[in-house]
């Protein structure tokens, strides 16, 4: 049984950092390609970022490029997602998802999901 747990959302004020977190288990996810995304109030779930398990390829969304940064820790098997320069608009609930075989930047394309976790940003 797969599961993602993510961990590490908070209250943060704008022009801070956070570090949210994504542990995985119930399959090895060599093969898999995980991504961020994220849902604020009354808007759809949007695409954040995306990373091969294996290594050598991330993607991210225009909004997030240059503050966000997505690795992984196969030892940990754990996925990051570390924010700086937060901005109110980036307050949503983050999830972290797990796609097979090849990267998406569509939600209805992934296979598993986390229960996400809440980022607030005040101005």
């Known amino acids: 049984q797969v599961q993602l747990v993510e961990s590490g959302g908070g209250l943060v004020q704008a022009g801070g950092s956070l570090r949210l977190s994504c542990a995985a288990s119930g399959r090895t996810f060599s093969s898999y390609f995980m991504g961020w995304f994220r849902q604020a109030p009354g808007k759809e779930r949007e695409f954040v970022a995306t990373?091969?398990?294996?290594?050598?390829?991330?993607y991210y969304a225009d909004s997030v490029k240059g503050r966000f940064t997505i690795s992984r820790d196969n030892a940990k098997n754990t996925v990051y997602l570390q924010m700086n320069s937060l901005k109110p608009e980036d307050t949503a609930v983050y999830y972290c998802a797990g796609r097979y075989y090849s990267s998406s930047y569509y939600s209805y394309d992934y296979d598993y999901w986390g229960q996400g976790t809440q980022v607030t940003v005040s101005s």
């Open positions: 990373i091969r398990w294996s290594g050598g390829y991330t």
